[in-house]
């Protein structure tokens, strides 16, 4: 039961740290791996393995990715999704956990998953403004190919060494929220 638990936090960890960098991409990637049957989808969430969620989940990080190339969008797109990568994380991260009580699940998602992916946006986020005023936004398409690497990369690679994965996501949590809180005693927020 512990372990089962420990890998589902692991996966759901992973996964809601790639809705930092975009939201969509590790939607798609758990829809297709639960039509693979490659992670178990709690009794709930079954849905979103449907080809209709990946489908529509499909179309959305096309349009998000593409959105990302575009000057002056990208930053919109930034702010629109801060709380949709909340969301995202915590869907997420609740979809993989088993057991029977929701609530536990749901708090759990909210923390875990809700937690990793904002404060993973809130760091990208942070890093595209300094970019788009270090290089009047020419220096973002780089910034967004990083991070639809990161997305993908984080995703798939949550699906077959989740451990590893939440090992080192948490290590970066912590990185950003020591730069985030720098950032907030300099600037005096």
Request: hydrophobic content about 55%.
């Amino acid at each position: 039961m512990h372990t089962e638990w420990i890998v589902a936090i692991a996966l759901g960890i992973g996964l809601s740290a790639s809705a930092g960098f975009r939201v969509f991409v590790p939607l798609l990637v758990a829809a297709v791996a639960g039509k693979a049957g490659v992670i178990p989808l709690s009794e709930g969430f079954i849905w979103m393995s449907s080809w209709a969620a990946i489908i529509c989940f499909g179309t959305a990080t096309i349009l998000e990715i593409l959105g990302y190339y575009i000057p002056l969008v990208d930053n919109i797109l930034d702010a629109v999704n801060t709380p949709l990568a909340i969301a995202g994380g915590t869907l997420l991260a609740t979809s993989v956990l088993p057991g029977n009580h929701e609530l536990l699940k749901w708090v759990t998602g909210l923390l875990v998953g809700g937690g990793s992916a904002g404060i993973i946006h809130a760091g990208t986020s942070l890093l595209r403004l300094a970019s788009t005023k270090a290089t009047v936004g020419t220096g973002n398409a780089f910034l967004s190919t990083g991070e639809h690497i990161a997305a993908f990369g984080t995703s798939i690679s949550s699906l077959f060494i989740p451990l590893v994965v939440a090992v080192l996501v948490l290590f970066f949590l912590f990185f950003l929220i020591s730069k985030l809180l720098s950032f907030k005693k300099k600037s005096g927020i």
